[in-house]
T-cell receptor
């Protein structure tokens, strides 16, 4: 089983729709869970950060972590064309190394 | 807004040549990283660097690779005797001492093409 699994998509939604992204993982040592956004030809940019299980909301973005199921999610409400990007989940047990998912490419159609 | 800068943006080299990729981390950051992304694949951890020494490295980071902080601002990745499979986007990242685990700031990457 891969350490972090993420459906690469692509995912295409109309403007205003809710975007739902998720990752599963196998390493129970992961305690820190991140979502990064990567625009074409750019480096990843931290979007959301969650420690352990629970929900976190920041504007139109909600991150959820369910450690019992080893499943994390990112929801984007009222999606905009500017949200079109690749979304990467990343995880860490708390050391220096991040383990990334493959990334899901999202297109929001105007 | 402070940012991580990387040079060159793209380098083409012949197999067997040495390459140095350069990074200027955000000025008050103390933790430095190199990640790479082979086309169509995941972003992979290579190495982390703190207090002038490697703090962790992946199995990818073998004797072919080395990192250095030659002065107070630059952080470099040297790849000796490049191979075709070293072709990838190399990302430098940095983190401040007070930010949480995983709060990394990435540069825009250096694309390495080995022919």
């Amino acid at each position: 089983q891969k350490e972090v699994e993420q459906d690469p998509g692509p995912l295409s939604v109309p403007e205003g729709a809710i975007v739902s992204l998720n990752c599963t993982y196998s390493n129970s040592a992961f305690q820190y869970f991140m979502w990064y956004r990567q625009y074409s030809r750019k480096g990843p940019e931290l979007l959301m950060y969650t420690y352990s299980s629970g929900n976190k909301e920041d504007g139109r973005f909600t991150a959820q972590v369910d450690k019992s199921s080893k499943y994390i999610s990112l929801f984007i409400r009222d999606s905009q064309p500017s949200d079109s990007a690749t979304y990467l989940c990343a995880m860490s047990p708390g050391n220096y190394k991040l383990s990334f998912g493959a990334g899901t490419t999202v297109t929001v159609r105007a | 807004e402070p940012e991580v800068t990387q040079t060159p943006s793209h380098q083409v080299t012949q197999m067997g040549q040495e390459v140095i990729l350069r990074c200027v981390p955000i000025s008050n950051h103390l933790y430095f990283y190199w990640y790479r992304q082979i086309l169509g694949q995941k972003v992979e951890f290579l190495v982390s660097f703190y207090n002038n020494e490697i703090s962790e490295k992946s199995e990818i980071f073998d004797d072919q690779f080395s990192v250095e902080r030659p002065d107070g601002s630059n952080f470099t990745l040297k790849i000796r005797s490049t191979k075709l499979e070293d072709s990838a986007m190399y990302f430098c990242a940095s983190k401040s001492s007070w930010s949480v685990t995983g709060e990394l700031f990435f540069g825009e990457g250096s694309r390495l093409t080995v022919l």
